[in-house]
């Protein structure tokens, strides 16, 4: 690849990470939440149990210390609680409320419309081949950094 095609390629990546995490958080702050909460909550949602904080991490592909501090940045909407786990006392399970799991729609429709919005008027075909060639490339740059760095999100 040349020089001015690598200038373009990291130019647009750069460029559409940044939007699309613009209008994300815009979207997201709509319900309450900012971008990687989204994730958080809509991945507990799908627990009916609940889960650790090291099931939660080990799922989103984070440290358990980050997936704490999401968790206490959340902790005040009142879209989960924590329960003991009976089985080991210095453990506790997350299990979204009420309140949270009426928020996963919203969550759902605000990803439905970014992806939509991002895509535009592309053909199904169009979609197809710029969805293989950006997750073929998430592929190789997460070789690149190892499991667990953003295996989720």
């Known amino acids: 690849m040349d020089a001015s095609e690598a ?3 990291n130019r647009t990546l750069n ?6 995490r613009a209008v994300k958080a815009r979207k997201l702050a709509a319900l309450g939440l900012h ?3 989204d994730v958080l909550l809509w991945v507990l949602a799908q627990e009916p149990e609940g889960m650790t904080v ?5 799922r989103l592909g984070i440290e358990p210390p980050t997936a704490t501090r999401s968790l206490a940045r959340l902790e005040g909407g009142g879209w989960f609680r924590r ?3 009976p089985t080991d006392r210095r ?3 997350i299990v979204v409320t ?9 969550i759902e429709r605000a990803w439905a419309e970014l992806a939509e919005q991002a895509m535009g008027e592309a053909s199904m075909e169009q979609r197809e081949i710029a969805l293989t060639a950006l997750e073929g490339a998430n592929d190789r740059l997460q070789g690149l950094v190892g499991e667990g760095v953003l295996a989720e999100e």
């Open 7 to 9: 200038m373009r390629v």
């Open 15 to 20: 460029k559409m990470s940044k939007l699309y």
């Open 35 to 37: 971008p990687g909460q």
């Open 54 to 58: 090291s099931e939660l991490a080990a």
């Open 83 to 85: 329960e003991t786990v």
């Open 91 to 93: 453990q506790v399970r």
């Open 98 to 106: 009420d309140a949270g799991h009426k928020l996963v729609p919203g």
